[in-house]
């Protein structure tokens, strides 16, 4: 009896859950990545197989996104976190024991539910709080989260070292596990259900499309993680062929931006709600776009250097910092009935953006190129980024809101 109205009981979830769940989700997106070449040849299949356990994983990753939204208004973020979880587990499992590659990345895309912890985490900051305090809270959220891309490579390599590329896998279903439990305890529903099928859910989007200031957002959010994408997708490159260094020196200078981020996901939960949702966005995109527009003046120059190309990625990092918070703070405030279809809508977006803008920058990066390419088209995403929340500021005056 005591444990239905546990069940039934709308109890907001503690903080440090929410930081837990995004950061599960993730931690399995790139614990693994220094064991790859281990797993090519542990499954006796080319690298190149291998690393499609990235690319699969993020392409049904943002798919996911686009439906976990909806499924979670209709039915709870609680039990579509649950059930996404135990799924999790089975995928987990499912990888520690596959017997040959095929099975290993099957697995391994139905690892991408866990996706859920992410898109739901704001989703649920948006059920229990105001927008400035949803900015707020998930900057918290975020900082937190932003310590796993720091950590995620070093303890998987290190585990792999030490005991095999199996080990990063049952250390997500351990840290499942041990996510699931929580999650169970001391997440009651913060939605509030609505009775429809989940075809008319989805059919809500085009409502959220409809909206200038859901696109300027959304608009915002991707053209800012897209600077940092393409920053992924090329700053190895430009660290390895470009300044010849190793891949660790180069695995530490990725920390100036991450300490960034770190600043900014502070910045933001401390001072938005003061501040304003917009405005701390306006600040975060001009953060980025003045830094990445300084670093290509330096280079124009003739400055060479790793550490003047990757220190002025701390500016990248700060501006992200205080702008993604608020930005998914202010998709979800279009239409609070729907944040979870916000939430997994603009997601998906993110994620395919990213992705996009991660390839264009390879792409860009052929033999001989320097880092210049790459640079402009950081500041080419983040000058869309401030056009974004520029017109998102003019349209709230136009419809007489705050910002």
Not at 85 to 105: E, S, Y
Not at 229 to 238: C, D, E, K, N, R
Request: a positive charge; hydrophobic letters at 55%; charged letters at 10%.
């Amino acid at each position: 009896m005591t444990s239905t109205r546990f069940l039934d009981r709308r109890t907001p979830p503690h903080i440090a859950t929410l930081i837990l769940m995004a950061g599960l989700s993730a931690l399995t997106m790139n614990i693994f990545l220094p064991s790859l070449p281990g797993m090519a040849t542990w499954f006796g299949v080319p690298y190149g197989l291998m690393q499609l356990s990235v690319a699969l994983y993020l392409a049904l990753s943002a798919l996911l996104q686009i439906v976990i939204g909806p499924i979670s208004d209709r039915f709870g973020r609680r039990k579509v976190l649950l059930w996404s979880m135990a799924l999790f587990l089975l995928a987990t499992i499912g990888t520690l024991i596959a017997p040959d590659a095929t099975t290993f990345l099957i697995c391994r895309m139905a690892q991408a539910v866990i996706a859920s912890g992410m898109v739901l985490s704001r989703a649920i900051v948006r059920d229990m709080v105001s927008d400035e305090q949803a900015a707020s809270m998930i900057g918290y959220v975020t900082m937190g989260m932003s310590i796993v891309p720091m950590i995620g490579p070093v303890i998987g390599g290190l585990l792999d070292e030490a005991f095999g590329w199996q080990a990063n896998f049952a250390l997500l279903l351990i840290l499942g596990l041990a996510t699931l439990a929580l999650v169970w305890a001391d997440l009651g529903e913060t939605a509030t259900i609505r009775r429809v099928k989940l075809m008319d859910q989805m059919r809500t989007y085009p409502g959220l499309l409809k909206s200038r200031r859901f696109w300027g957002y959304v608009g915002c959010a991707s053209f800012t993680s897209g600077s940092f994408f393409a920053y992924l997708g090329g700053a190895p490159y430009v660290g390895n062929v470009v300044f010849g260094l190793s891949s660790s020196e180069v695995g530490l200078l990725f920390a100036i931006t991450a300490v960034g981020y770190l600043v900014g996901n502070f910045i933001a939960g401390r001072f938005s709600v003061r501040v304003g949702m917009n405005r701390m966005i306006l600040g975060g995109t001009i953060v980025c776009v003045v830094g990445l527009g300084l670093l290509v003046l330096v280079t124009l120059a003739g400055v060479h250097s790793p550490y003047v190309f990757f220190g002025f990625t701390l500016a990248l990092g700060l501006g992200n910092g205080m702008t993604l918070p608020n930005a998914n703070a202010g998709m979800l405030s279009i239409k609070p009935e729907l944040a979870g279809t916000a939430s997994g809508l603009g997601g998906a977006i993110q994620i395919g953006g990213g992705a996009a803008l991660a390839a264009l920058a390879g792409a860009l990066l052929t033999e001989g190129a320097t880092e210049l390419p790459l640079v402009l088209l950081m500041l080419a995403s983040a000058i869309l980024a401030l056009f974004s929340i520029l017109a998102v500021i003019r349209r709230a005056r136009t419809l007489g809101l705050a910002g």
